[in-house]
């Protein structure tokens, strides 16, 4: 998932060419134990909801907005260049 993008359980599934696939997929993410080399806070519900995280719902929206904003100055940055 590209940096500051967000994808769903069910689109994660579908591109590994297992469409049925969301809850092992949720699993996977739950389980991970290094989220900041394997970013599974970019994972989120079909519905557009976070979901559940691993080290609090919290820290999944802080790390979520810090890509965010961090991707908008580099933008901003691109364009006055």
Do not use: F
Not at 27 to 32: C, I, K, L
Not at 64 to 73: N, T, V
């Amino acid at each position: 998932v590209p940096y500051g993008g967000l994808i769903s359980y069910g689109q994660l599934a579908a591109r590994m060419g297992q469409p049925s696939a969301a809850r092992a997929v949720g699993s996977a993410v739950g389980a991970n134990p290094v989220a900041w080399l394997i970013p599974c806070h970019r994972v989120i519900r079909s519905e557009g909801v976070l979901g559940q995280y691993r080290w609090g719902e919290d820290r999944k929206t802080d790390l979520i907005g810090w890509e965010s904003a961090r991707l908008s100055m580099e933008r901003q940055a691109a364009w006055t260049a």
